[in-house]
């Protein structure tokens, strides 16, 4: 049978693009960003969006001021109002990313911000509720309403343990082998997606976990959320293949994934080195693919071949893709950008981004001039008078479906 109209979700608008929390910070140190042909950028946004890219990601901190060893940690609620909206301006959609933290959380640690560590649990349900409401109602009301909201930021273990100096601190960890701190762990999240429906009713709820490596894990974590009723839309994921292993471990996930949960799916963070280990990598994939532009360009275009054979894969963002010292005296280095700091160029990798738009994995698919011959057409340009197999064709300059 021969359809025009095919399922919502084999067209399913996409959304690439990366985390650039730090943007402001490159730019005041006077970081020089070069595009790929050695030409300055003048506007990173603009240049963002020239090579395809549609949304943009930045991470929000409760107190940021506390975390004084680390100056990366500086998204206050003020500084993203002004990135957020300078995104939404931009023509970019926006993905805001609660940490429930003064600092980094993620698996290892989900501290609870210094002024709320007294708070019973039942005042923190209400904190979580009343923080995410406020968050949201401002950033409305400077014009940068987030299209997207992960409540939390990989969340695998639950979030607002405690404080890392109490020796208390873990024992609100949630684990999916065990019942202890769920209840906790999913009124804390229902408080959070209720303010989020409240107040940005349009937006995608994501919560975002990062263990890719250990399926059965990822799979008990959402059969969890589905036991809870907690109230989501897209399964966000974390996957750095210096850490998670190869991209097999990562299409097996999906595929489990989208066999189990009637969810879309974004990788929400994603890397891998232009030169150099990250710290602390535990997977060498150089043999595959070296610390090398090159290197790099090829991870990027594998993983996108891959991840558009998922039809439930909705999301592809590079994490820290800003990061750029050249012409700087800013402290540390992420090997893992976009950009190249020994040069300020952009990489290879970053115009590839724009293929996962692609919904087929071909790109640059054109049908011109429009055929009234009343032939079809594969999208490999080969004509044919009638489908005869399975799959997507051209026919009268639009895609269909024979089944």
């Known amino acids: 049978m021969l359809l025009c109209a095919v399922s919502q979700n084999l067209f399913a608008q996409k959304y690439v693009g990366g985390d650039i929390s730090l943007l402001p910070t490159y730019e005041a140190a006077g970081a020089t960003y070069y595009d790929h042909n050695g030409t300055v950028i003048s506007a990173p946004l603009t240049f963002f969006k020239e090579q395809g890219m549609n949304t943009m990601r930045v991470r929000l901190f409760v107190d940021p001021s506390q975390e004084t060893s680390d100056a990366n940690v500086c998204q206050d ?4 109002k002004t990135l957020g909206k300078r995104i939404k301006d931009a023509g970019f959609k926006f993905m805001l990313d609660f940490h429930y933290s003064d600092t980094w959380a993620d698996p290892s640690k989900q501290w609870t911000p210094k ?8 005042d923190l349900y209400t904190k979580i509720y009343d923080y995410t409401k406020d968050a949201l109602t401002q950033l409305k009301a400077t014009g940068a309403e987030p299209d997207f909201i992960q409540t939390g930021n990989e969340i695998s273990y639950g979030m607002l343990w405690g404080t890392s100096t109490t020796a208390s601190a873990l024992l609100k960890r949630c684990d999916t082998s065990s019942t202890d701190n769920w209840d906790y762990f999913t009124t804390l999240l229902t408080n959070a997606c209720k303010a989020c429906r409240d107040v940005c009713p349009a937006a995608k709820i994501i919560i975002h976990t990062e263990r890719v490596a250990n399926t059965s894990v990822l799979t008990a974590f959402y059969t969890k959320m589905a036991d809870y009723k907690i109230d989501y839309d897209i399964i966000g994921l974390s996957y750095y293949p210096y850490f998670h292993g190869n991209l097999a471990k990562l299409e097996t996930a999906i595929t489990d994934l989208e066999a189990t949960f009637s969810k879309n799916i974004m990788i929400v963070e994603a890397g891998y080195p232009y030169a150099w280990a990250v710290p602390g990598t535990s997977y060498d994939y150089t043999e595959t693919y070296p610390y090398s532009d090159a290197g790099q360009k090829a991870f990027t275009d594998d993983l996108i071949t891959m991840l558009n054979k998922h039809s439930r894969v909705t999301g592809l963002f590079w994490w820290w893709m800003e990061y750029n010292a050249k012409g700087t005296s800013l402290q540390g280095w992420y090997n893992a950008p976009l ?18 738009l692609s919904v087929t994995g071909i790109t640059n698919l054109q049908v011109t001039p429009k055929t009234t011959d009343n032939a079809w057409y594969t999208l490999q340009g080969n004509r044919i008078m009638k489908p005869t197999q399975p799959g997507i064709y051209i026919h009268d300059g639009k895609k269909a479906v024979n089944r």
């Open 77 to 80: 609620l003020t500084w993203v």
């Open 339 to 356: 950009f190249d700091s020994r040069t300020g160029q952009a990489t290879s990798a970053l115009s590839e981004l724009k293929n996962f």
């Open 115 to 122: 002024d709320w560590a007294s708070l019973s649990n039942a």
